[in-house]
Nanobody, 123 residues
Framework: QVQLVESGGGLVQAGGSLRLSCAAS????????MDWYRQAPGKWRELVAA???????NYADSVRGRFTISRDNAKNTVYLQMNSLKPEDTAVYYC?????????????????WGQGTQVTVSS
């Protein structure tokens, strides 16, 4: 099994910054993509940013230029640096990862979600 633990959420004023972290643990062989999603009340969960194992990144149009995703493969951790935060960024932020874990005599694929961390931006 693989577990993802997010941290770094909180309350911040508009224009401020927060840094989210998501650490993966378990019998991990390798992690492919690591992503951040968010879900605001009454809205669908949406992809915010994604990063491949090799470091290629992709961002939602609404956060491009303000958010930066990065990862530390040695620590199985992904980060989301959020700058110039806006009230519309308020949501629960979720980490997602997919890859391979060390099963019984073979590698097994996994796709796992974290429990979510609340980000609230006041105007």
């Amino acid at each position: 099994q693989v577990q993802l633990v997010e941290s770094g959420g909180g309350l911040v004023q508009a224009g401020g910054s927060l840094r989210l972290s998501c650490a993966a643990s378990g019998s991990i062989f390798s992690i492919n993509a690591m992503d951040w999603y968010r879900q605001a009340p009454g809205k669908w969960r949406e992809l915010v940013a994604a990063i491949t194992r090799g470091g290629s990144t992709n961002y939602a149009d609404s956060v491009r230029g303000r958010f930066t995703i990065s990862r530390d493969n040695a620590k199985n951790t992904v980060y989301l640096q959020m700058n110039s935060l806006k009230p519309e960024d308020t949501a629960v932020y979720y980490c997602n990862a997919d890859g391979w874990l060390e099963g019984n005599k073979r590698l097994e694929p996994f796709n796992t979600w974290g429990q979510g961390t609340q980000v609230t931006v006041s105007s």
